[in-house]
C-alpha cells in the first residue's frame, strides 16, 4: 500500500497511510534524546544521547471500559507522519475516538542551550456515542531500558510521575509522568497486567524498591458524556544529576500544545530554506524530507554538536559522513556544520591523518591502522564547502593549516607512480580504504580510483584556500601537486581498453577492472574530462545497474553481484549512491538525474511495510532484488546527499568562484526549476528557470550565464496567495517591477488562482508567457485591487506561467 500525500511537495504535508501497514514507525530526534516508534504507534525506546543507552524501553496504552471490565481494542485507523511528529487516530470498540501525537521537544538552540530532553505522548478522547463511557487507561513503560538489571524505583507526587535510576549509576534519573495526577500508580514485575483480558482495577500505588525488568504503569479513569471531548498527556524525561535535576529539568517542560508548537515553528523556519521546487513532486518532497530528516539527527553530545552513524545503536561519529552531512547542512544549519566538522579539524592525528570515527560521549577514536583513508580529503572538501557557502573567512583562517597538514600528509603517501597508496594489507575496515570499508573478508586498498580522485579533489581545494588567504606559494604548490595526481590517476588507473577506470591497482600489483558504482568518483570530482565522464555515466545507465529504487553497487550480471553480499555493497541498493549518481549524472544525462532522485526517494513510500521503510523517511540499504530495506530505519547521512544533489546537481548552484553562478540541468520534460531561500555568504538566494521557448532565468542575484537573464532585487514570495495544492509560485521584485512565476506540478491541466499584497491605486503593464500556449503575450494593464482579488491562470500538465509587472504612473 502506497503512503498517500497530496501537495507540490516543496511545502508542509502529512504521510497518511492505514495503521496495519507500516513496518515500524518514525525516528525522532532532538539535540539531548531520540525516540523511536513501533509499527503499532507505541514508544519502542527513549535514548539518551550523553548517555549513549536506551532510558526507558517500550510505553504502550491500553483501555478498558470500566462498566463491564472489558478491553477496547482499537478498530483500523491510520497514521498521520509530519516532519516533527507522528499522529494514530483510531476508535475504540465502545465509539470513542482515540487521536494519539508522540514527539520530541525540539526547539532552536542557542549555542549549546537547548531544549531538555522530553517524550511527548498526547492523548485526546473523544466520545463519538450517544451515551456516556467509562475508560480506564493504563500506560505501561518498560523503565530499565537497556541499563544494567539494578533498577530503583519510586512515585513523585509533585512531578505527577514515577522515577526510575540504577543503583550502580544513581545520578541518571530518568521520569514517566502525566499531565494530571493519576488515579493509581505501581511499578511491578508483572508486565501481564498491561494488557490483561480484563480491567486489573486499581493499581497498589506502591513502588519497588530494586528490581531487575519493572513496568511501570500509570492509570486515569474518565467519564466522557456524549460528545465530551478530553486532553492529556504523558511525558518522558531523564536528569544526570540525580533526583533532584530531574525535578528541575521536569519543572520546566513546557506543557504539550506549547511544546509542540515550539517544536513545529523550529522546524517550519529550518524546512523553509532551500526550497527546491521542479514539476516533479517527489524531488520536490525528497528535499522537503530531507531537511527534516538531516534536523532529527542533529545531537549535543559531551564533545559538542555531532551526530551518529546509526541512531539509538551507536555512540560513534565518523568523519566520512559527517563531511558529507556538511555539504547539506551547510544548506539548513551552517552552525551545526561548523562545529562538527571543526571537532575533526581540531584532532588531526600527529602525522595529519584524519581519524575514521570517535566517541561522541568520550573523544576516543579510531583509525584501523590505515596509513591514509578517504576521511581525510573528504574533511578538507567539507571544509572548503563551508567557507564557499558561508562566507566566513575567519573560519577558513582558522582551518587552514590544519587542511594544509592533511593535504601535506596525502601528498607523503604517493608511491612511485604518483598516486596515493594505501598500504592496508587486512580485511574489511583494516583493509578497505573507502565507503564500502564493511565488507567482510575483502580488501580494497593500494591506489583506489576513489581515493585518488576524492585527493585529487582535495589537493586543489588548498590550493584555492591559500588563493582567498594570499599565500600564492602554497597555492602554486598544491594547484601543480593536484594536477601531477590528476596526469597519475588518468595514466595509471585509466583502462584504455574500456575507457574506464580500475577500481585499483592492488597491492600486488594487479589493475582490478571490477565495475561499480565507485566509477562516479572520477566524475564528481572532476578527474575525469568530459568526454570519459560521459561514457561512465552512460555505462552506469544500464539496466543491469538499475532498480525501482535506485542504483545497485555493482550491476546485477556482474561476477560479484549478490543482492545482500557485503551488507548490499556488492549488489544491493545503497539509495544514496544513487544521489551522488544524480549529482555526477546532472550535467551529461539530466534525464537520468530527475528518475534517480524521482524514483529513489518514491519507494520510502511504496508499501512500507513490504519494504520495511517509513514513508519520508531516509532508510539505508536495500536488498539488490526485493528491494527491501536491511539496514537502518534512519540513515543520517543520506538525506544531506539528497539535498546536496537536488542544489548543486540538479538546480546547478556552483560555488567555486567569488560570486554564485548558476547553471540550472532541467530534464528534457522539466520546462521549468525554482529554488529559494538559499542561504549564502550572508544573503539568501532565489532563482527560476524556465523554457520561453529558450531557457530564461530570474534571480535576486547577478550570475555569469549564457541564458538571457533578469536580476531583481528581492524575493516577495511571501506576499502572494496561492490556491491549489499542486502550484507553486515565485515572486520577485525590483523598484516598480515585479515577476510572478506559477509551476503545476500535477500530470494533468489545472487552474490556479494567484494574488498578491500591492497597492491597491496602482497600475500595471502586465507580459505573460503560458507554457500553455507557447508565446509570450501583452495583456491588458492590470489595476492593483485585481491582484489583491487574485488572478485566474490556466496551468497545462506540469507546465508554468511567468507574468512580469511594471507599476505605472
Given at each position: 500500500?502506497?503512503?498517500?500525500?497530496?501537495?507540490?511537495?516543496?511545502?508542509?504535508?502529512?504521510?497518511?497511510?492505514?495503521?496495519?501497514?507500516?513496518?515500524?514507525?518514525?525516528?525522532l530526534g532532538s539535540p539531548k534524546a531520540m525516540l523511536t516508534l513501533k509499527a503499532t504507534g507505541a514508544i519502542e525506546k527513549f535514548y539518551s544521547?550523553?548517555?549513549?543507552?536506551?532510558?526507558?524501553?517500550?510505553?504502550?496504552?491500553?483501555?478498558?471500559?470500566?462498566t463491564t471490565g472489558i478491553p477496547l481494542p482499537p478498530l483500523p485507523g491510520e497514521f498521520l507522519i509530519h516532519p516533527s511528529h507522528q499522529e494514530?487516530?483510531?476508535?475504540?470498540?465502545?465509539?470513542?475516538?482515540?487521536?494519539?501525537?508522540?514527539?520530541?521537544?525540539?526547539?532552536?538552540?542557542?549555542?549549546?542551550?537547548?531544549?531538555?530532553?522530553?517524550?511527548?505522548?498526547?492523548?485526546?478522547?473523544?466520545?463519538?456515542?450517544?451515551?456516556?463511557?467509562?475508560?480506564?487507561?493504563?500506560?505501561?513503560?518498560?523503565?530499565?531500558?537497556?541499563?544494567?538489571?539494578?533498577?530503583?524505583?519510586?512515585?513523585?507526587?509533585?512531578?505527577?510521575?514515577?522515577?526510575?535510576?540504577?543503583?550502580?549509576?544513581?545520578?541518571?534519573?530518568?521520569?514517566?509522568?502525566?499531565?494530571?495526577?493519576?488515579?493509581?500508580?505501581?511499578?511491578?514485575?508483572?508486565?501481564?497486567?498491561?494488557?490483561?483480558?480484563?480491567?486489573?482495577?486499581?493499581?497498589?500505588?506502591?513502588?519497588?524498591?530494586?528490581?531487575?525488568?519493572?513496568?511501570?504503569?500509570?492509570?486515569?479513569?474518565?467519564?466522557?458524556?456524549?460528545?465530551?471531548?478530553?486532553?492529556?498527556?504523558?511525558?518522558?524525561?531523564?536528569?544526570?544529576?540525580?533526583?533532584?535535576?530531574?525535578?528541575?529539568?521536569?519543572?520546566?517542560?513546557?506543557?504539550?500544545?506549547?511544546?509542540?508548537?515550539?517544536?513545529?515553528?523550529?522546524?517550519?523556519?529550518?524546512?523553509?530554506?532551500?526550497?527546491?521546487?521542479?514539476?516533479?513532486?517527489?524531488?520536490?518532497?525528497?528535499?522537503?524530507?530531507?531537511?527534516?530528516?538531516?534536523?532529527?539527527?542533529?545531537?549535543?553530545?559531551?564533545?559538542?554538536?555531532?551526530?551518529?552513524?546509526?541512531?539509538?545503536?551507536?555512540?560513534?561519529?565518523?568523519?566520512?559522513?559527517?563531511?558529507?552531512?556538511?555539504?547539506?547542512?551547510?544548506?539548513?544549519?551552517?552552525?551545526?556544520?561548523?562545529?562538527?566538522?571543526?571537532?575533526?579539524?581540531?584532532?588531526?592525528?600527529?602525522?595529519?591523518?584524519?581519524?575514521?570515527?570517535?566517541?561522541?560521549?568520550?573523544?576516543?577514536?579510531?583509525?584501523?591502522?590505515?596509513?591514509?583513508?578517504?576521511?581525510?580529503?573528504?574533511?578538507?572538501?567539507?571544509?572548503?564547502?563551508?567557507?564557499?557557502?558561508?562566507?566566513?573567512?575567519?573560519?577558513?583562517?582558522?582551518?587552514?593549516?590544519?587542511?594544509?597538514?592533511?593535504?601535506?600528509?596525502?601528498?607523503?603517501?604517493?608511491?612511485?607512480?604518483?598516486?596515493?597508496?594505501?598500504?592496508?594489507?587486512?580485511?574489511?575496515?583494516?583493509?578497505?580504504?573507502?565507503?564500502?570499508?564493511?565488507?567482510?573478508?575483502?580488501?580494497?586498498?593500494?591506489?583506489?580510483?576513489?581515493?585518488?580522485?576524492?585527493?585529487?579533489?582535495?589537493?586543489?581545494?588548498?590550493?584555492?584556500?591559500?588563493?582567498?588567504?594570499?599565500?600564492?606559494?602554497?597555492?602554486?604548490?598544491?594547484?601543480?601537486?593536484?594536477?601531477?595526481?590528476?596526469?597519475?590517476?588518468?595514466?595509471?588507473?585509466?583502462?584504455?581498453?574500456?575507457?574506464?577506470?580500475?577500481?585499483?591497482?592492488?597491492?600486488?600489483?594487479?589493475?582490478?577492472?571490477?565495475?561499480?558504482?565507485?566509477?562516479?568518483?572520477?566524475?564528481?570530482?572532476?578527474?575525469?574530462?568530459?568526454?570519459?565522464?560521459?561514457?561512465?555515466?552512460?555505462?552506469?545507465?544500464?539496466?543491469?545497474?538499475?532498480?525501482?529504487?535506485?542504483?545497485?553497487?555493482?550491476?546485477?550480471?556482474?561476477?560479484?553481484?549478490?543482492?545482500?553480499?557485503?551488507?548490499?555493497?556488492?549488489?544491493?541498493?545503497?539509495?544514496?549512491?544513487?544521489?551522488?549518481?544524480?549529482?555526477?549524472?546532472?550535467?551529461?544525462?539530466?534525464?537520468?538525474?530527475?528518475?534517480?532522485?524521482?524514483?529513489?526517494?518514491?519507494?520510502?513510500?511504496?508499501?512500507?511495510?513490504?519494504?520495511?521503510?517509513?514513508?519520508?523517511?531516509?532508510?539505508?540499504?536495500?536488498?539488490?532484488?526485493?528491494?527491501?530495506?536491511?539496514g537502518m530505519m534512519l540513515s543520517p547521512w543520506f538525506p544531506p546527499r539528497y539535498l546536496w544533489a537536488a542544489i548543486e546537481g540538479a538546480a546547478?548552484?556552483?560555488?567555486?568562484?567569488?560570486?554564485?553562478?548558476?547553471?540550472?540541468?532541467?530534464?528534457?520534460?522539466?520546462?521549468?526549476?525554482?529554488?529559494?531561500?538559499?542561504?549564502?555568504?550572508?544573503?539568501?538566494?532565489?532563482?527560476?528557470?524556465?523554457?520561453?521557448?529558450?531557457?530564461?532565468?530570474?534571480?535576486?542575484?547577478?550570475?555569469?550565464?549564457?541564458?538571457?537573464?533578469?536580476?531583481?532585487?528581492?524575493?516577495?514570495?511571501?506576499?502572494?496567495?496561492?490556491?491549489?495544492?499542486?502550484?507553486?509560485?515565485?515572486?520577485?521584485?525590483?523598484?516598480?517591477?515585479?515577476?510572478?512565476?506559477?509551476?503545476?506540478?500535477?500530470?494533468?491541466?489545472?487552474?490556479?488562482?494567484?494574488?498578491?499584497?500591492?497597492?491597491?491605486?496602482?497600475?500595471?503593464?502586465?507580459?505573460?508567457?503560458?507554457?500553455?500556449?507557447?508565446?509570450?503575450?501583452?495583456?491588458?494593464?492590470?489595476?492593483?485591487?485585481?491582484?489583491?482579488?487574485?488572478?485566474?491562470?490556466?496551468?497545462?500538465?506540469?507546465?508554468?506561467?511567468?507574468?512580469?509587472?511594471?507599476?505605472?504612473?
Amino acid at each position: 500500500m502506497i503512503a498517500r500525500i497530496t501537495g507540490s511537495g516543496e511545502r508542509l504535508a502529512t504521510y497518511e497511510i492505514s495503521d496495519n501497514q507500516m513496518a515500524a514507525g518514525s525516528t525522532l530526534g532532538s539535540p539531548k534524546a531520540m525516540l523511536t516508534l513501533k509499527a503499532t504507534g507505541a514508544i519502542e525506546k527513549f535514548y539518551s544521547i550523553e548517555v549513549g543507552e536506551t532510558l526507558i524501553g517500550t510505553v504502550v496504552l491500553h483501555h478498558w471500559d470500566e462498566t463491564t471490565g472489558i478491553p477496547l481494542p482499537p478498530l483500523p485507523g491510520e497514521f498521520l507522519i509530519h516532519p516533527s511528529h507522528q499522529e494514530h487516530v483510531f476508535e475504540l470498540s465502545n465509539g470513542v475516538e482515540v487521536r494519539e501525537d508522540l514527539f520530541l521537544l525540539s526547539t532552536e538552540p542557542q549555542g549549546h542551550r537547548v531544549s531538555p530532553p522530553a517524550a511527548y505522548y498526547v492523548v485526546e478522547l473523544h466520545n463519538r456515542g450517544a451515551i456516556e463511557a467509562r475508560i480506564s487507561t493504563f500506560a505501561s513503560a518498560k523503565l530499565r531500558g537497556s541499563t544494567k538489571h539494578d533498577v530503583m524505583t519510586r512515585y513523585d507526587t509533585k512531578l505527577r510521575a514515577l522515577l526510575a535510576w540504577n543503583a550502580s549509576a544513581p545520578e541518571v534519573v530518568r521520569a514517566f509522568g502525566c499531565s494530571k495526577q493519576p488515579t493509581s500508580y505501581e511499578t511491578t514485575l508483572d508486565s501481564g497486567k498491561a494488557s490483561a483480558p480484563r480491567f486489573p482495577g486499581r493499581l497498589a500505588k506502591s513502588t519497588l524498591k530494586s528490581a531487575s525488568e519493572p513496568v511501570g504503569i500509570l492509570h486515569l479513569s474518565h467519564r466522557l458524556k456524549p460528545d465530551e471531548c478530553i486532553r492529556f498527556f504523558f511525558y518522558l524525561s531523564f536528569s544526570l544529576e540525580a533526583r533532584r535535576g530531574i525535578g528541575r529539568t521536569v519543572r520546566a517542560l513546557p506543557p504539550a500544545n506549547k511544546a509542540l508548537a515550539e517544536t513545529q515553528a523550529y522546524y517550519d523556519r529550518v524546512l523553509n530554506r532551500a526550497v527546491v521546487m521542479t514539476p516533479d513532486q517527489h524531488v520536490n518532497r525528497g528535499v522537503f524530507w530531507a531537511k527534516a530528516n538531516m534536523l532529527r539527527a542533529q545531537l549535543l553530545s559531551p564533545t559538542g554538536w555531532c551526530f551518529v552513524n546509526d541512531p539509538t545503536r551507536s555512540n560513534n561519529s565518523v568523519a566520512r559522513d559527517t563531511a558529507w552531512f556538511a555539504f547539506g547542512a551547510d544548506y539548513t544549519t551552517p552552525e551545526f556544520a561548523r562545529e562538527s566538522l571543526l571537532w575533526y579539524a581540531d584532532h588531526l592525528e600527529r602525522r595529519g591523518l584524519v581519524a575514521e570515527y570517535y566517541d561522541i560521549r568520550t573523544g576516543e577514536s579510531e583509525d584501523y591502522g590505515l596509513n591514509i583513508n578517504d576521511n581525510t580529503p573528504l574533511l578538507i572538501l567539507a571544509l572548503w564547502h563551508h567557507y564557499t557557502t558561508t562566507g566566513d573567512e575567519g573560519f577558513l583562517r582558522q582551518v587552514y593549516r590544519k587542511a594544509l597538514k592533511a593535504a601535506r600528509y596525502i601528498l607523503s603517501q604517493r608511491n612511485e607512480q604518483g598516486l596515493v597508496w594505501c598500504t592496508g594489507a587486512g580485511s574489511a575496515e583494516w583493509g578497505i580504504v573507502g565507503w564500502r570499508n564493511v565488507i567482510e573478508n575483502y580488501r580494497l586498498s593500494g591506489a583506489t580510483t576513489e581515493l585518488n580522485s576524492e585527493c585529487y579533489a582535495a589537493l586543489a581545494t588548498v590550493s584555492q584556500m591559500a588563493h582567498v588567504l594570499r599565500r600564492h606559494g602554497e597555492a602554486a604548490e598544491f594547484r601543480a601537486a593536484a594536477e601531477s595526481l590528476k596526469d597519475a590517476i588518468n595514466t595509471h588507473l585509466l583502462n584504455p581498453r574500456s575507457g574506464l577506470y580500475y577500481l585499483t591497482i592492488d597491492l600486488e600489483g594487479n589493475p582490478r577492472t571490477d565495475i561499480t558504482v565507485d566509477l562516479v568518483f572520477p566524475v564528481m570530482f572532476g578527474v575525469a574530462d568530459d568526454v570519459i565522464a560521459a561514457h561512465i555515466i552512460g555505462r552506469l545507465s544500464v539496466p543491469e545497474f538499475w532498480s525501482e529504487a535506485g542504483i545497485h553497487t555493482v550491476p546485477r550480471n556482474d561476477i560479484s553481484y549478490g543482492p545482500t553480499h557485503g551488507y548490499g555493497l556488492l549488489g544491493g541498493v545503497w539509495v544514496a549512491v544513487t544521489f551522488w549518481y544524480a549529482f555526477a549524472a546532472a550535467r551529461f544525462n539530466p534525464q537520468f538525474m530527475a528518475y534517480a532522485l524521482s524514483t529513489s526517494f518514491r519507494h520510502y513510500s511504496q508499501d512500507p511495510r513490504r519494504n520495511n521503510t517509513v514513508p519520508g523517511q531516509f532508510s539505508e540499504w536495500l536488498h539488490g532484488e526485493t528491494l527491501t530495506n536491511q539496514g537502518m530505519m534512519l540513515s543520517p547521512w543520506f538525506p544531506p546527499r539528497y539535498l546536496w544533489a537536488a542544489i548543486e546537481g540538479a538546480a546547478g548552484l556552483e560555488l567555486s568562484g567569488p560570486a554564485p553562478r548558476v547553471h540550472p540541468r532541467l530534464a528534457p520534460d522539466w520546462h521549468w526549476l525554482g529554488v529559494r531561500n538559499v542561504p549564502l555568504r550572508g544573503r539568501d538566494l532565489t532563482w527560476f528557470v524556465v523554457r520561453t521557448p529558450e531557457l530564461r532565468m530570474y534571480a535576486n542575484f547577478q550570475s555569469e550565464q549564457a541564458m538571457p537573464m533578469h536580476v531583481y532585487d528581492e524575493d516577495v514570495t511571501d506576499l502572494l496567495g496561492l490556491s491549489g495544492d499542486s502550484a507553486v509560485t515565485i515572486g520577485l521584485r525590483k523598484g516598480d517591477s515585479m515577476v510572478v512565476f506559477i509551476g503545476n506540478t500535477s500530470d494533468r491541466t489545472t487552474m490556479s488562482a494567484w494574488r498578491m499584497k500591492v497597492t491597491p491605486e496602482a497600475r500595471y503593464a502586465v507580459r505573460t508567457f503560458n507554457s500553455l500556449r507557447g508565446a509570450w503575450v501583452e495583456g491588458k494593464p492590470v489595476h492593483g485591487r485585481a491582484l489583491q482579488r487574485g488572478v485566474a491562470v490556466q496551468l497545462d500538465r506540469q507546465g508554468f506561467c511567468v507574468m512580469e509587472l511594471r507599476e505605472e504612473l
